[in-house]
């Protein structure tokens, strides 16, 4: 994979076809940009129309990191955007092409790793994906037409990342206590939550459960939490247990 | 064809395929614009291949305008951008996408009428083309590849005319449950927290309690609370000390 300390890693969540996955890694490449990811591709991997479609850009096929899920190709990324085009119940900052890969660009400038989902042609991606990202992007597109296939909205992320990312100069936020938490850290603490919760019979009545879950993680992707606040929630909730333990 | 009055009208140039002259004009109408002029294609007007691309698109093909040539085209412009990706020996200004659909939309408003050439696929604009126009728009590709094609040069151009000519919001949190939580509400987070979590034995060392309450409370002043999340936290702790009261 190209190296992500200098660029985002574009993350293809379950693409169904090939042409479109050849599309996006020349769009991806048009501008620069050569670490991509591949969640679950619908016809395997690898793929040889995405390798006829690529052509000339060929290379970020052969490099791309395979996944089964968003879990894992997000795993060691401390900010995740996701790209939709319908409006989300989910309560995260919105932000325009420009403006999300701005902010990626800083954060890359100051050693983040930064990941952007894609959802798969026609339905885009779940709710369950959108809430493991920290923001979305939304493109402004025609609201009565709004059609833009996989590899157009790669290509506009990447055009806007090397818009953003030539030219400026970005600031850094000084981490008075250590490092942003990387997304497996922000999941492992989500799941500890969710396993002690239901524990304690939090997830109720069960039809809402899935509901509850999903705001929660939510929640916590929102944040932005360092590692010393992961370690506090997680210090928080096993005191609670302990608590109960002790009767 | 679309209202000249109110955007700049893209021509393209002896185009080539029918699929990529629908393909143009989806990615027009995805940002908004809907006048299209089209200067001798190759394989003849109308074409049926364009229009079974453009589906819901369809339109502006109907509506487009015929010309023989770049000449009749852009006869009642005062302005013209021609699109390139070569350099040209051609002494005129080169604007950026962004730059000259800014400029496009100040023209416009002014009253101007604008038009942008797109090249044939292939071949882009020849010299005569371009000495018609008045300045030249170069998108800031990739030296090592660039491949863009005439549908994904257009998407480039109308999504930098959306961005210009309407006002596009960079950064927006949409509030599907209620509000931004309240000062106070958050305070009251932070002491229900705090008085539960002293009761649990959580602030240990007594040495380090005060140093570890302040991280607490500013983790949740950081953390940009809506009313919901709020009583989701206060129904996360008051779930836990139920299991524990249950013994």
Same mark, same amino acid.
């Given at each position: ?40 591709p ?7 129309k995405a390798v ?5 850009? $060929? /290379?970020? &096929?052969?490099?791309?990191?395979l996944?089964?899920?968003? *879990?894992? +190709?997000? @795993? ?5 955007f996701?790209?939709?085009?319908? $409006? /989300?119940? &989910?309560?995260?900052p ?5 403006? *999300?890969? +701005?902010? @990626? ?8 790793k ?7 042609e ?8 959108? +809430?493991? @990202? ?16 996989l590899?157009?909205?790669v ?38 939550y969710?396993d ?7 997830f ?9 879950k ?24 096993r ?9």
């Amino acid at each position: 994979m190209g190296d992500p300390s200098s660029q985002p890693v574009f993350v293809l969540v379950r693409p169904q076809m090939g042409e479109n996955i050849g599309a996006a890694a020349r769009a991806m490449w048009n501008f620069g940009l050569d670490a991509m990811s591949i969640t679950a591709p619908r016809d395997g991997w690898p793929n040889p129309k995405a390798v006829a479609m690529a052509s000339g850009a $060929g /290379r970020l &096929l052969d490099n791309a990191r395979l996944h089964d899920d968003v *879990a894992g +190709a997000v @795993a060691g990324c401390s900010y995740v955007f996701a790209t939709t085009a319908r $409006g /989300r119940d &989910l309560t995260k900052p919105v932000f325009s092409p420009e403006a *999300a890969m +701005a902010r @990626a660009a800083g954060m890359i400038a100051a050693g983040e790793k930064v990941a952007v989902l894609f959802g798969p042609e026609r339905t885009g991606l779940e709710n369950d994906d959108v +809430a493991r @990202a920290n923001a979305i992007v939304s493109v402004p597109v025609n609201p009565d037409f709004a059609s833009l296939n996989l590899a157009q909205c790669v290509l506009l992320m990447a055009y806007e990342w090397r818009r953003q990312a030539v030219e400026v100069t970005h600031e850094t936020v000084p981490l008075g206590k250590g490092d942003w938490a990387s997304r497996i850290e922000v999941d492992k603490l989500a799941e500890h939550y969710e396993d002690r919760l239901g524990q304690a019979g939090f997830f109720f009545p069960p039809e809402k459960a899935e509901g509850m879950k999903l705001n929660l993680r939510n929640l916590w992707s929102r944040m932005r939490l360092t590692r010393a606040d992961v370690q506090m929630l997680h210090g928080v909730m096993r005191q609670m247990v302990r608590w109960k333990e002790r009767g």
